[in-house]
């Protein structure tokens, strides 16, 4: 398979990139990123000089760029998005311009170079706040933030290029994810590097909301078996299974640094802040996968990855890092 990987310099992607190398030996991958402050290509140093692997620099919504890609490969597979919910109540366009219009692009250069798969990668954020059970995929999307709501758009558009045209695209719905290489302003790698240098951690709220965190290779897996044994048309949701809350994340760092609990900085909490995600992954597990790293296992993972690799992560914690910190955090704190 020739895979078109887009957002495959950032944190998933990156991984999804290394693992189809490593384990499709036939395959060929093109990697399309736009290069933002997510995208990293010190991400992709590993597979730098594998004849399979291409980069390009460029946007998913320049249909110039796009289109000639799209005609070298069998399938898209769209990992691009801007990601961060805290980013998206700042400021939204970006989001609306890469998450629904990228999508679109991308959609379109599919259909016109008659692909007969395209993966779309999407977040369990578009079911919105789950008060109680877990979502099925039939459920309807009620996204409560811009990032969220990005996604549910992005979402919406492979709906209609399914029932349209008869796109056959394949939509996961990730639960939140983590592991090496993540960009340090989501909650785990923001507390894992923030404890090793003995900052405050900001929790939000009370602590209590709830995430079902997944360990990146669980999720990766998780893709490549949508997209390889998936139905088309349908939709996957992929999680662990584990409700963990803010509070339970800082502890478990916390304890995995041996560093002292004072180091808990309640801030106001997020505005909208949705208080619990929870998947129903049966359809995803009638496939065959499973997730094999537990919560306890893979923040020990995770540590030990941002403790070896301070050269990767100390250069994102400057500049344009503590700007936005600041207001990030200011804007809670107030
Ligand atoms: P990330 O922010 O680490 O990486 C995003 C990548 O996309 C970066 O390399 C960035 O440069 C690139 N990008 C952004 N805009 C682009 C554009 N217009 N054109 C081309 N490239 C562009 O994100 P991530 O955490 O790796 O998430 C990847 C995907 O998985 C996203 O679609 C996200 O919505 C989804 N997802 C993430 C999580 C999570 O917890 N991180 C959970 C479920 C789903
Ligand atoms: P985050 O990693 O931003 O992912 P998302 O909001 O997309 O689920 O946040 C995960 C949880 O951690 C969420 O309940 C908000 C909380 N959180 C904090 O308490 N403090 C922080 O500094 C961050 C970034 C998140």
Redesign the pocket.
Known sequence: MRLLVTGGAGFIGSEYVRMTLREHAEDSVVVLDKLTYAGNLANLESVRGDPRYRFVHGDIADAAIVGPLAAEVDVIVNFAAES???RSLEAPGQFIQTDVYGTYVLLEAALRAGHERFLQVSTD?VYGDVESGRSREADALRPRSP?SASKAGGEMLVWAYRASHGLPAIITRGS?TYGPHQYP????P?FITNAIDDLPL???GD?S?V?DYLFVEDHCRGIDTALRTGEAGCDYNIGLGSEVS?LE?ADTVLAALDKPAALKQPVRD?PG??RRYALDTSRMRSLGWEPRVGFADGIRRTVDWYLANPSWWRPLKSGEFWEFYRRNYRRVTE
């Open positions: 961060h919910v805290d954020e990032y939140n302003e989501k909650i785990i923001l900001p929790i939000y602590g909301a995430r803010g994340v997020r802040h949705d």
